[in-house]
């Protein structure tokens, strides 16, 4: 692969960062995923508008402006020649001379940038069709989920325990109310009502989340933005997560407990498929 790593496109072997970069010492660093669908890439103005926020919210400052952060995105497809999978961005505060708790003077420390593709099957993809099980941990990451930061050492322990599990994916519980998945937002399905948790510090803004639920509304599906507990989504007829990398990927079972008939609802196919004829 050909990625790219402050300012330079090199074949992955040789893209080298400092030891001093605080992305690797203090996951002091923001990222984003967009997927590529076709050769094209999906949703990219959202995925650019939070990336800002994400970095205003750190008084982080761009090593580049977001014209140039779009040029470089589709000049590594190009040289990818990737047709399906996603592109990784992140953005850290850079490779001061020290590690220290205080952050450098962005006049002094440049921001350092790395992207690289991936390709994954994103329309054609079997756990997609079939769907995920899912069981519930305690959500015990820091209070700023709105912010996309590397710290990802807890979703990805969590992970593995639903691994462990027999599971796909966990769903985060804070007082006892789901907050979100470990790289994805939750809904559940009761009535023909899609629920699912509002915005708020607690949980990441999610792109596909913000298209999916326009979608639903505009094919006159009713939404409650509200927060739910495992035992009612264990009680739903549908649950599904949402991202960039799993558009909308079913839910059939949470702690054991199947969902429904145990197999993909019907309106999380259909959302599924809404988003890829609207994405494509
Ligand atoms: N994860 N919630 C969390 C905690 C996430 O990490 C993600 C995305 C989402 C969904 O956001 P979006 O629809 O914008 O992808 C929700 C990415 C894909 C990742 O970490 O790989």
Redesign the pocket.
């Known amino acids: 692969r050909t990625v790219y790593v402050n300012g330079d496109y090199l074949p992955e072997t040789e893209a080298k960062v400092s030891i001093f970069d605080r992305g690797f010492l203090m996951a002091d660093a923001v990222y984003e ?1 967009t997927s590529v669908l076709g050769g094209k890439l999906v949703d990219f103005a959202g995925h650019t508008a ?1 990336l800002q926020r994400s970095l205003s919210e750190l008084e982080m400052v761009a090593p580049c402006t977001m014209d140039e952060l779009l040029a470089i995105h589709r000049e590594l497809v190009a040289r990818n020649d990737l047709d399906e999978g996603g592109i990784y961005l992140q953005i850290t505060r850079g490779a001061a001379e020290d590690r220290d708790f205080v952050w450098p003077d962005p006049e002094k420390v440049p921001a350092g940038i790395v992207l690289f593709t991936f390709a994954k099957p994103l329309v054609d993809n079997k756990t997609l069709d079939e769907g995920i099980k899912v069981i519930s941990v305690e959500d015990q990451r820091w209070a700023r ?1 709105d912010i ?1 930061t590397t710290q ?1 050492l807890y ?1 990805s322990f969590a992970k593995m325990q639903a691994k462990k599990a027999g599971a796909a994916d966990a769903w985060l519980v804070e007082d006892g109310f789901v907050t ?6 939750a809904y559940i399905v009761k009535d023909g009502v899609i629920i699912t948790r509002q915005l708020s510090t607690e ?2 803004h ?4 913000a298209a999916i639920l326009r979608f639903a509304r505009e094919a006159q599906m009713q939404v409650e933005e509200r927060p739910f507990t495992i035992a009612e989504a264990q009680a739903a007829d549908e649950a599904f997560v ?4 799993g558009f909308a990927q079913p839910v059939i079972a949470i702690d054991g407990a199947t969902i429904g008939t145990g197999v993909p609802g019907t309106i999380s196919k259909r959302l599924r498929e809404i988003y890829t004829e609207e994405m494509r």
């Open positions: 995923v939070r989920r996309k990802l979703p979100e998945g470990s790289a994805n937002n949980i990441l999610g792109i596909t989340r949402t991202s960039a990398t």
